[in-house]
């Protein structure tokens, strides 16, 4: 079996490198119409963040709005990473919430009294 990288694609309709990718069957299954988004940094210093959306179904896919070949790696890389954290989250499930004890003590320690 042949395991292939993600690698940009192009679209014949626009000029801007696009991310597909196969979502895992089990994840499929669990996840099938969530909304995921991905951030990616942007390019300007000090400006905001590149956010991008895309539903899981077969595939996720979604441009990197971006011609550069390079730059479009690099996203790529960032996209397998963020998305990959989230199959994980969905097929493990929701996490039972912190203990009291531990969450009264990150408020006082986010709230400058630490």
């Not at 069957?25 to 959306?53: I, W």
């Not at 003590?105 to 009294?113: D, H, P, R, V």
Request: hydrophobic content about 40%.
């Amino acid at each position: 079996m042949v395991l292939r990288m993600t690698r940009p694609t192009r679209r014949p309709d626009t000029s801007f490198l696009w991310y597909r990718k196969r979502v895992p069957a089990g994840v499929r299954k669990a996840g099938h119409g969530q909304c995921v988004a991905v951030t990616f940094p942007s390019e300007v210093p000090g400006a905001a963040p590149l956010v991008v959306h895309s539903k899981l179904g077969e595939e996720v896919h979604f441009s990197l709005r971006t011609r550069d070949p390079a730059l479009a790696k690099e996203r790529i890389g960032l996209a397998n990473t963020q998305l990959d954290r989230m199959h994980e989250a969905i097929r493990n499930g929701p996490r039972p919430a912190a203990p009291k004890a531990s969450r009264s003590a990150l408020w006082t320690c986010l709230s400058g009294l630490c």
